[in-house]
């Protein structure tokens, strides 16, 4: 089975610091995604790489950046910790453009105080 | 910008019943997924339907796909307590597969 694993279950961070989500996935898969998920607004896209650091921008990038330096791996990174990005984080990958099933992981619990 | 929006945001049926949730999506797709999120815990992905099929079948699932209309349905038959969760569409789009969801509908199946 394919396996997404993200370093935290929940977190806890000052406003203003640098955080970082990491995600890997154990089954070679080409693309991966981070998402934000809100009560009311579902999943909302972040960023997204289709290779080793390539990237593009999701809907909400603001605030985020990315790092993939490897292909297992895949980290967002908040430069500037806010209050308003308090939220459900998802890792999720898929194997190529032409299977595009996503397999996710339990999901990062974030809170900014 | 949302790919898709769920209709109803909410349901609630006994079991035994069948459930239907409804999605509506913006632009072009490559294909349609619906995925089923238990409280709390990541998404796990249900079934798939490419652009160029209109119905598709698994298990108590059914799929529908109207590319016309940029909408799809997913249809539960014979609702079990188990089936209690959140349901998304999520359209994938473009040579990178971006997948971009919906907002979600809550299905609660009571005893």
């Known amino acids: 089975d394919v396996k997404v694993t993200q370093s935290s279950r929940y977190l806890v961070k000052r406003t203003g610091e640098k955080v970082f989500l990491e995600c890997v996935q154990d089954?070679?898969?080409?693309?991966m995604f981070w998402y934000r998920q809100d009560p009311g607004l579902g999943l909302r896209l972040i960023y997204f790489s289709y290779d080793v650091k390539m990237k593009e921008k999701g809907d909400i990038p603001e605030g985020y950046s990315v790092s993939r330096e490897k292909k297992e791996r895949f980290s967002l990174i908040l430069e500037s910790a806010s209050t308003n990005q308090t939220s459900m984080y998802l890792c999720?990958?898929?194997?190529?453009?032409?299977?595009?099933?996503?397999?996710f992981g339990q999901g990062t619990r974030l809170t900014v105080v | 910008s949302q790919q898709g929006e769920e209709d109803p945001q909410a349901l609630s049926i006994q079991e035994g019943e069948n459930a239907t949730m409804n999605c509506s999506y913006k632009t072009s797709i490559n294909n349609l997924q619906w995925y089923r999120q238990n409280s709390g815990r990541g998404l796990v992905h249900l079934i798939l339907?490419?652009?160029?099929?209109r119905e598709k079948h698994s298990g108590r699932l059914r799929v529908t796909l109207d590319t016309s209309k940029k909408s799809s349905s997913l249809l539960i038959t014979a609702s079990r307590a188990a089936d209690t969760a959140s349901y998304f569409c999520a359209g994938s789009t473009g040579t990178a597969s971006k997948l971009t969801f919906g907002t979600g509908t809550r299905l609660q199946v009571t005893l």
């Open positions: 999720a990958s898929s194997l190529s453009y032409r299977e595009t099933e996503a397999f």
């Open positions: 089954m070679d898969h080409e693309n």
């Open positions: 339907i490419r652009s160029n099929e």
